[in-house]
């Protein structure tokens, strides 16, 4: 098993920067690819980023250029740093680790971002 804690979310304004954190604890050895998702209102969750083990990224168009995603092995963490926030980006944003080869099997608990216009 392997447990996921997010933090960072907040409330800031439009055009500024949040850094979400992702403590991975539990059987972290199986973890392969982490992710960020998001889930705004009404709207279904979508993939915002992921990294590989090998540190390989891939990003949400709606976000390249924007947020930057990271992991720190020593730590057992991941982050997600967001620039030039747009009202848009509000939404519940969720870590996930890919244990298994191809699916998403561990969350955590979800932070929220609002970002005010």
């Known amino acids: 098993q392997v447990q996921l804690v997010e933090s960072g979310g907040g409330l800031v304004q439009a055009g500024g920067s949040l850094r979400l954190s992702c403590a991975a604890s539990?059987?972290?050895?199986?973890?392969?690819?982490m992710g960020w998702f998001r889930q705004a209102p009404g709207k279904q969750r979508e993939l915002v980023a992921t990294?590989?083990?090998?540190?390989?990224?891939d990003y949400a168009d709606s976000v390249k250029g924007r947020f930057t995603i990271s992991r720190d092995n020593a730590k057992n963490t991941v982050y997600l740093q967001m620039n030039s926030l747009k009202p848009e980006d509000t939404a519940v944003y969720y870590c996930?680790?890919?244990?298994?080869?191809?699916?998403?099997?561990?969350w955590g608990q979800g932070t929220q971002v609002t970002v005010s216009s």
């Open positions: 996930a680790a890919d244990a298994n080869g191809g699916n998403w099997d561990y």
């Open positions: 539990g059987s972290i050895f199986s973890i392969t690819t």
């Open positions: 990294i590989t083990s090998g540190r390989s990224t």
